[in-house]
T-cell receptor, first 113, second 114 residues
């Protein structure tokens, strides 16, 4: 039972344009959502998070939007840069009691110069 | 400020041997989490520990796997009698608390069972 889903395995965008990565979830009890970036043979790098009580959080070129009614979140990267090419994972936390993050399968982003 | 440290980065074991993976959390972090990434899959939660306590081990296989986070020293993930299906990347993460949900990951240990 996949509680967090990233339905697009890959995405290709031109440098300077917007990258939009999507994530859907099924459990309305998740209290935090996070985005991580991962290069091959490295650990995930934390990018940005959002609490379930908010609908938007912005940090530099990265903005996360949360639509609770649709159980959907998205990560916007503007402007996209070639160095952003990596695998992006969304993750959701069940509650503060467990600390457990549930990850999606990942989306490979390629930013073309 | 050093990040999360894991060693070894690569570990090769024959079937039936034991594997010990170590994780030192970021300075000031007292919460440690272990995740596993099997080939072509996302990360899967294994266990959440605080100093000397296992808080949530709902993702740990019932046999052969154990984890500890002693008062002094790194957290250890131990796999006894390894099998080929244990081959994966094992990641450790840490956090200072639970307020924001953010966890910071180490570089991982890639375990290969031959």
């Amino acid at each position: 039972d996949q509680q967090v889903k990233q339905n697009s395995p890959s995405l290709s965008v031109q440098e300077g344009r917007i990258s939009i990565l999507n994530c859907d979830y099924t459990n309305s009890m998740f209290d935090y959502f996070l985005w991580y970036k991962k290069y091959p043979a490295e650990g995930p790098t934390f990018l940005i998070s959002i609490s379930s009580i908010k609908d938007k959080n912005e940090d530099g070129r990265f903005t996360v939007f949360l639509n609770k009614s649709a159980k959907h979140l998205s990560l916007h990267i503007v402007p996209s840069q070639p160095g952003d090419s990596a695998v992006y994972f969304c993750a959701a936390r069940g509650s503060s009691n467990t600390g457990k993050l549930i990850f999606g399968q990942g989306t490979t982003l390629q930013v073309k110069p | 400020n050093a990040g999360v440290m894991q060693n070894p980065r690569h570990l090769v074991r024959r079937r039936g041997q034991e594997a010990r993976l170590r994780c030192s959390p970021m300075k000031g972090h007292s919460h440690v989490y272990w995740y596993r990434q099997l080939p072509e899959e996302g990360l899967k939660f294994m266990v959440y520990l605080q100093k000397e306590n296992i808080i949530d081990e709902s993702g740990m296989p019932k046999e052969r796997f154990s984890a500890e986070f002693p008062k002094e020293g790194p957290s250890i993930l131990r796999i006894q009698q390894v099998v080929r299906g244990d081959s994966a990347a094992y990641f450790c993460a840490s956090s200072p608390g639970q307020e924001s949900g953010e966890q910071y990951f180490g570089p991982g240990t890639r375990l290969t069972v031959t």
